[in-house]
Structures are given as C-alpha cells and as structure tokens.
C-alpha cells in the first residue's frame, strides 16, 4: 500500500503551494484538496501563461492526474463551475478527471452576506475576504449544512434553503428569499455540472493507495491561520495543518508519507491579526512590489515583512514537516541587508524561544545577513550567490528541516533540487 504525500503552507498562506504541487503532479496519480473554499488562491505559471485555481487542484495542468475535492472543502457551486471555464478548451467537462466528494458541503449566496454583516458589525473584524467560508462551515459544525449530494434532488434543497432563509429572516438579517421556482431552478444549473462529477473520493482514495497510486494532498490558506493552532481569532475557518488532510479525505494519519512545508523567504499576511515582523515602510513597500503581493481572490495588498522563523519552527512541528520548499527567493535580490526573527521579546522585555499562544505586544529580535546580487532563475545551489547560500543553510539549521527545494522565479522550470 502506496502513503499519500501532503504539501502544506507553513506561514499565513500565500507561500507559493500552487507552483510547488504544480511542479511535482507530474509525479502523482491523484491531487486532492482537503480544506478551504474559493477564498483560497493558487496562481501557476506555465510557460508565460497564467492559471489562477480556487477550488480545483493544482494537478488540473497534468492529463494523466486525477483530481479531488475532498469532503473537508466548502464549495461554491458558482465560482466553481466558472473556474472550471478556463480548462473547457483543454479538457472539455473534466469528467474523469475531476471528481468532487458527496459529503463535500455547499457554500451558497445566503453564505456570503452572512460573511460581510458579520465583519461589518464586528467591533474586532478579522479581515476575512467575506466569500462565505466562516458562515458554511459553522452551519457544519452546528449540523445544519447542505452536502453536495444534496444537489441529486433539488427542489426537496430549494424547500430546505427556504425554509433556513425565512428562519435567517426572523433574525432581522436582510435577506431576499427567491421564490422556489426561481431557485429550483438556479439549482438544476448547478446540478447538471456537478452531479457527473461527485464521488466517494474516500473510497476512491483507498483503492488507488491499495493499487499503489501516487496521491498528493494540498491545503489552502496556511499554518499560522489554522484555527486551533494560529493566531485566533484572527485565523480562517478549518484546519490547515496536516491533522486537517486526514479529516478532509479519509486518509488515515499512519497512511500519510512525506509532509513538505512551504515558506516564502519573507513572510506576508492578509486581513487583520498579529504579524511581527511586518514592515509598513519602504521594505514592506519594496517586498510587495518585488513579489507581487497582491490577492489572487481580492487583489487586495498582503501585509509584508521579514522571515519569521519562530513561526516557521513552530509549524513544521506541527505539521511534522519532513522538508521544506523556500518560495521566492529571487525577491530578495538587491536588498542590502535581510533580516529573520529568531526570537520574540515580550511585553515585560522577556526573550521568547517558545512560541507563545499569544502574538499580541510581542517584538521580533532580529538576526541580520548580509545581502546578495541575483538569484533569479538559478537552478543550483552551489550557484546561488555566496550569501544567500548563508542565509538558506542558517534558516535551514535554525527551523531543524531541511530545505530541500528552492525557488527563484515563478516558472516550475526554475526550481533548485538538493
């Protein structure tokens, strides 16, 4: 029996997952997302062309892959079945090649006004991209969810969503309830798309590791916004960490192999909550420009700065990173000096090297490298400038993982292997 392999975002999100599974699906017989919804972002580039994936995962650009969406996604039938346009060309309906877990649940419009009254209410909003993620998994949890297999009869769905909307009405939340004719009917559109693409991934996921099929698992969002173990309660809805594969596929945790942590080579979050080593002047400045730091769902500005390497620590242990990949070192070309938390100082003026449950008045004490000239689209390291040398190998004995890909452009082409 094959292990299904895991990649998983280190920092909060935004670290570069997409290239990576992208450039390693060519070696897996399946690409399973596990967590998340449409408020995720991958974007690939292939030979100058981009591709911007929400819900499909990133095996899409390789014929011979086979791609789920697993139970633990919340799906927007509308932005999935638009996402699913832009491969119409290459692969038609992407029958037998995309497939959809039954038990996967539905995040519908209702979902999302819930989303933007709620953060424009907040006294403390989180800063969420308001795409209806919170509201559909808290319907989960508090077991009044629609599962995609509900779509096989859709007027007993358009009865049960009006009767949730009139019951969301009786709340004073300003929400129009179609008529059931005009639903139904909104509904039989999803159906028709998505209906010959549900499956028992599960069972589907056991048989290929019984066959001993390659399957390569991939997470939204990223490690500091899972929501026990990040920044709470500035984090997202569902498990990112690599726990969250096992609950969002039915792959047992004895059946998962190589868990490979991805981080950025400095760090970047969007919305609200605590972040160390942010950098609201001219470095931040340069960091977002340099790398693009720009939503692929909002196209709102990422908070940038420095590496934090507590934080990156800190996670891999909690992932049980086997490797690490480092994302975008090329946008450190050019700096003078480049620094990286090794430490945290508290309020009282205490040195931190635990990470604390509470990143709120904590400063970042800094170790300082010197800068580098270019790395951009070097595929060796013994070619890479002196000093960024230094500075991966220092990262590298720092977080205890070895890193064991690098990147310097964009391209899958242009990935450093040690």
């Known amino acids: 029996m094959s292990k299904a392999d895991l990649i998983v975002g280190i920092q909060w999100g935004d670290e570069g997952k997409g290239k990576m599974v992208d450039l390693l699906a060519c070696n897996y017989d399946y690409v399973v ?35 789920i969406i697993g139970n633990g996604v919340v799906i927007s039938p509308k932005a999935l079945i638009e996402e699913m346009q832009q491969f119409k060309e290459m692969y038609g309906d992407l ?33 969420t991209t308001c795409k209806g993620i919170g509201p559909t998994y808290t319907d989960k949890v508090s077991r009044k969810g629609i599962r ?14 009006i009767e ?117 002047g001219v470095i931040g400045e340069n960091l977002r420009n340099k790398g693009g730091e720009f939503g692929v769902t909002t196209g709102r500005a990422r908070r940038c700065g420095w590496l934090d390497a507590m934080a990156v620590k800190y996670a891999c242990r909690l992932n049980g990173a086997s490797a690490l990949a480092l ?5 450190l070309d050019g700096f003078d000096q480049i620094k990286v938390c090794v430490a ?10 635990e990470f604390p449950s509470d990143l709120t008045n904590i400063k ?31 990262l590298e004995k720092f977080v205890g993982v070895k890193i064991s890909m690098i990147s310097t452009s964009p391209d899958r082409k242009d990935t450093i292997f040690r």
């Open 344 to 353: 945290y100082e508290n309020e009282d003026g205490m040195r931190l090297e």
């Open 95 to 127: 029958q037998g090649r995309l497939f959809i877990s039954t038990k996967a649940h539905l995040l519908l419009p209702y979902h999302e006004i819930l989303d933007r009254q709620s953060e424009e209410q907040a006294k403390q909003a989180i800063g």
């Open 164 to 280: 949730k909307l009139g019951e969301i009405g009786k709340k004073e939340t300003k929400i129009e309830i179609p008529t059931l004719e005009n639903l139904k009917s909104e509904l039989d559109t999803y159906a028709a798309t998505l209906l010959p693409l549900l499956a028992n991934t599960t069972s589907m996921l056991w048989r290929a590791m019984d066959k001993g099929e390659k399957i390569l698992c991939e997470g939204a969002q990223g490690s500091m916004l899972d929501i026990d173990f990040g920044t709470y309660p500035f984090v997202t809805s569902s498990t990112t960490i690599s726990a969250g594969a096992c609950s969002g596929t039915g792959i047992a945790p004895r059946e998962l192999g190589e868990v490979i942590g991805i981080i950025k080579a400095y760090c970047t979050r969007v919305g609200n909550g605590p972040f160390p080593t942010e950098e609201t």
């Open 148 to 161: 995609a297999e509900e779509l096989k009869d859709t007027e007993t769905l358009a009865k049960k969503i």
């Open 364 to 394: 970042p004490i800094y170790k300082t490298f010197q800068g580098w000239g270019k790395t951009a689209r070097i595929k060796e390291f013994d070619k890479l400038p002196q000093n960024a040398q230094d500075y991966i190998l220092a």
């Open 327 to 331: 994302m975008k070192l090329d946008v």
């Open 33 to 67: 997302r596990y967590q998340g919804g449409h408020n995720a972002g991958h974007t690939i580039v292939v030979e100058g062309k981009k591709y911007a994936l929400h819900l499909i995962p990133s095996g899409i650009l390789y014929p011979q892959c086979k791609n």
